[in-house]
């Protein structure tokens, strides 16, 4: 049996290795590596405080994805497949390390603002 996701430090084990699978991977991997040249040290610990938020309600993040994502979109545009892939690698990620309430709510959490940010981009 897993353990469930319980602090800080398990958002940052579920966020490193969510992008090591995102940046070797053949759909979404060159928006982070071509697209925008990600700066890692960087993207990490916002992401680590966006979860931490999203599931804890930490309050650290301040930052506004949906425009960052608009903006990228034009730049280079997204498809739903991106987005069904994006998913599927956040999921397979919280299955491999983590079982219980938080893991099934990160990842419908995720889910929801997946489909706004389609919803917005798409319509
Ligand atoms: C097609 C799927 C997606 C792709 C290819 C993608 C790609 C990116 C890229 C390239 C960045 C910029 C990183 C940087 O500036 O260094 C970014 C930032 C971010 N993404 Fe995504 N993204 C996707 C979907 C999502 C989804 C579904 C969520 C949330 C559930 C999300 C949350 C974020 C957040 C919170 C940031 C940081 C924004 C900030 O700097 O405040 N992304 N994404």
Request: neutral net charge; without cysteine.
């Amino acid at each position: 049996m897993k353990k469930d996701i319980e602090n800080r430090k398990d958002i940052e084990k579920l966020v490193n290795q969510f992008y090591e699978k995102v940046k070797v991977d053949k759909t979404i991997g060159y928006f982070f590596l071509d697209v925008v040249k990600v700066n890692w040290e960087k993207h990490l610990p916002v992401m680590y405080d966006f979860w931490d938020n999203i599931l804890f309600y930490s309050g650290h993040y301040s930052g506004n994805p949906m425009q960052q994502h608009l903006a990228l979109h034009l730049k280079n545009p997204f498809t739903v497949k991106d987005f069904v892939q994006w998913n599927k690698l956040f999921n397979d990620t919280v299955d491999e390390l983590f079982e219980g309430e938080n893991a099934d709510t990160i990842k419908q959490r995720a889910q929801s603002i997946s489909t706004v940010m389609q919803i917005k981009m798409f319509k």
